[in-house]
């Protein structure tokens, strides 16, 4: 019984690990180019999926989708 008492936690903790590692939506190649948060392109969705992300795009995510860059875009105010 005394190993439960690390052996639970320990896996529990590295759960967490594991799913708060796998939420990641962008590629890295994307944020170091635009220098521009995953919000910025992607709206944010309430729970964690990368199908929504990417199907829920803001404008800024339209016109990088279209142009491969966000050279020229102007932000709606």
Known sequence: MSHWKIALP?????????????????????????KKTCTYCHEKSVPADKDAMNKNLTDAGKYYQKNKSLDGYVEKK
């Open 10 to 34: 320990a896996v529990i903790l590295l759960g967490g690990f594991l799913v708060c590692s796998t939420a990641s939506y962008g590629k890295p190649e994307y944020t170091k180019t635009t």
